[in-house]
Every structure is written in C-alpha cells, then in structure tokens.
T-cell receptor, first 120, second 113 residues
Framework: KAGVTQTPRYLIKTRGQQVTLSCSPI?????VSWYQQTPGQGLQFLFE???????NKGNFPGRFSGRQFSNSRSEMNVSTLELGDSALYLC???????????????????FGPGTRLLVL | AQKITQTQPGMFVQEKEAVTLDCTYD???????LFWYKQPSSGEMIFLIY??????QNATEGRYSLNFQKARKSANLVISASQLGDSAMYFC??????????FGKGTMLLVSP
C-alpha cells in the first residue's frame, strides 16, 4: 500500500507570495492532519480534516487555511508569506480521527515526507 | 490538554548496545495513546510503536519496545542492538479522544561504530 505523498517536496517563495501544498493520504484513510515543524517551535499542529470537514484547528493566523476533497486528498494554503513561515510542513493520515470506535485505542497517524518551504 | 516531556536533548550510544529514550506525559484523560516516531535527516516522520493506556502488556515491535509505567506517566522507548541507521531524531507523542497529536521536543540519537 502506498504511503502518504506530499507535493512539492521543496519550495522557495518570496515574502508576500502565497503557496499551496498538497497531501494524498494512504488509500482508505479519511483523516488528514497538517503540522508545521521549525527548529525554534518544534512540531505544531495546524489543522485536521475528516470527510471534508475541519475537525480541529491549531493556533495559527488566518493566512493559513486548508481543505479536503471528496477523495480525501488535502491541500493547505498560506497567503502573504512571511519569513517565519519557512518550515517543514508535514501531512499525516489515519483511517479515522482520534480514538477507535471502542474508545480504547487511538488511530495511528502516518506521515508523508514533508514539504520544505523556504521564504526569502 | 496533554503535555509530553522529553528531557534528553541528545543521546550517544555505541553500535549493538541498547539505549533508552525517556518520555513522560501528562493528561487527565483515562483513555489515550502514546506513540514514538523517528525522524531521520530527510525529514519524514516514521511511526515506530504504539501503546494504548488500557494495554496491559508493554508494546514491542522488532528491536523497539516501550517501557510503559502508567502510574509514573512514563513511556520510555528502548532500542535494542543499536544500528548506525538508528541515528535520528526521536519524538514521543500522545493523543486522547479526538484531540490532536501532541509531540515532545524530541531526542537526537547518535549511534557510533
């Protein structure tokens, strides 16, 4: 089974531009989460989507947005890029969000290779 | 809210030796899951092992085992017979209910020949 794929892998943009990152989850997975990783802040949660609905949102400005399509693929968009947006953006998929139907276990999130964004 | 603490910024180990990476967590939830991920320099986050809060046995996956001590709220990762390819950043994470996955700051493991 193919893993999580993210495109593009590397991206260089200038301040003020906007960028769209794409994530294709593992086949059959309907939940997609996005994370930002920087040396200073570590791993920070951006948003989570399930069945085209945003379930959770992290503490990021409105310049960060996302969506999920009917085939579970997800995109995130960052508008008006700032230097501080330079980061590794990781996408993760799981079959369902959070706990399993019995409530006694948590679904594992599987990550893609990430998109490295550099803002100049 | 959940919190993960990894107190070891870096660890050194010689090839073929065992190493323990520490992780403590804090949550008020009774049902939760603990995860360990490995992140090589390439950046991809690789899932290693999972432990559920209701699991009575410690989880094991090949050379990886999780030393789960619920009363102490610790979930240490044990890597047996370290290999050069184990050199990477290791993250402990947890999730409860339908909350988001919370990560620790990570431990950099360096395996020397």
């Amino acid at each position: 089974k193919a893993g999580v794929t993210q495109t593009p892998r590397y991206l260089i943009k200038t301040r003020g531009q906007q960028v769209t990152l794409s994530c294709s989850p593992i086949s059959g997975h309907r939940s997609v989460s996005w994370y930002q990783q920087t040396p200073g802040q570590g791993l920070q949660f951006l948003f989570e989507y399930f069945s085209e609905t945003q379930r959770n949102k992290g503490n990021f400005p409105g310049r960060f947005s996302g969506r999920q399509f009917s085939n579970s693929r997800s995109e995130m968009n960052v508008s008006t890029l700032e230097l501080g947006d330079s980061a590794l953006y990781l996408c993760a998929s799981s079959s369902t969000p959070g706990q399993g139907t019995s409530g006694t276990y948590q679904e594992t999130q599987y990550f893609g290779p990430g998109t490295r964004l550099l803002v100049l | 809210a959940q919190k993960i603490t990894q107190t070891q910024p870096g660890m050194f180990v010689q090839e073929k030796e065992a190493v323990t990476l520490d992780c403590t967590y804090d949550t008020s939830d009774q049902s939760y899951g603990l995860f360990w991920y490995k992140q090589p320099s390439s950046g991809e986050m690789i899932f290693l092992i999972y432990q559920g809060s209701y699991d009575e046995q410690n989880a094991t996956e090949g050379r990886y085992s999780l030393n789960f001590q619920k009363a102490r709220k610790s979930a240490n990762l044990v890597i047996s017979a370290s290999q050069l390819g184990d050199s990477a950043m290791y993250f402990c994470a947890m999730r409860a209910g339908y909350s988001t996955l919370t990560f620790g700051k990570g431990t950099m493991l360096l395996v020397s020949p």
